[in-house]
């Protein structure tokens, strides 16, 4: 049963913490994406991935980090220089970035500061 | 700069009328554009792409989708709503950095 699987789907986070995002996909793609989604601003794209041990910044990278060791996995961690996190967060992935293809998403990990 | 429009923060359609979700976008060169359905705390799941081609474009549960150079639009049809339509659609586009650029999306509600 291939997909991308995120984790946890609920997160609460105090002040001042770090949290980290899980994200794993089964579909052999190269290029996987961290978006933000707040109500009535669609999606953002925080970072990207196209390949294993590389990734870049996408439009709103400030307050966040993110990690390719596998090409299964792109964790996103939330840091506590991030001013407003709480948000839906959705990962994505695609065979390849250039490829003009779909990409396709996670079901979502709901960040909440306390 | 390359991005996507949806004029309609709300659609309300009658369960067995035609629905139409509206989309335009701005974007130099050939444009790659999608639509997604987003049901409450889930992620997007996509619908239908134009790459090249016709211009009329079939995708997943029926919907379609008309892609229209003059107007740039590329709005999202279905002949007959289903209740189970309802939900949160988006319309992407790729710019040429090859980024995902989406609509702030539209609430289409399918009354019975």
């Known amino acids: 049963d291939g997909g991308i699987t995120q984790s946890p789907k609920y997160l609460f986070r105090k002040e001042g913490q770090n949290v980290t995002l899980s994200c794993e996909q089964n579909l052999n793609h190269d290029a996987m994406y961290w978006y933000r989604q707040d109500p009535g601003q669609g999606l953002r794209l925080i970072y990207y991935s196209q390949i294993v041990n590389d990734f870049q910044k996408g439009d709103i990278a400030e307050g966040y980090s993110v990690s390719r060791e596998k090409k299964e996995s792109f964790p996103l961690t939330v840091t506590s220089a991030q001013k407003n996190p709480t948000a839906f967060y959705l990962c994505a992935s695609s065979i390849s970035r250039t490829s003009g293809g779909e990409q396709f998403f996670g079901p979502g990990t709901r960040l909440t500061v306390l | 700069a390359q991005s996507v429009a949806q004029p309609e923060d709300q659609v309300n359609v009658a369960e067995g009328n035609p629905l139409t979700v509206k989309c335009t976008y701005s974007v130099s060169g050939n444009p790659y554009l999608f639509w997604y359905v987003q049901y409450p705390n889930r992620g997007l799941q996509f619908l239908l792409k134009y790459i090249t081609g016709d211009n009329l474009v079939k995708g997943s549960y029926g919907f379609e989708a008309e892609f229209n150079k003059s107007q740039t639009s590329f709005h999202l049809k279905k002949p007959s709503a289903l209740v189970s339509d309802s939900a949160l659609y988006f319309c992407?586009?790729?710019?040429?950095?090859?980024?995902?650029?989406f609509g702030a999306g539209t609430r289409l509600t399918v009354k019975p």
């Open positions: 992407a586009v790729r710019d040429p950095t090859w980024d995902m650029r």
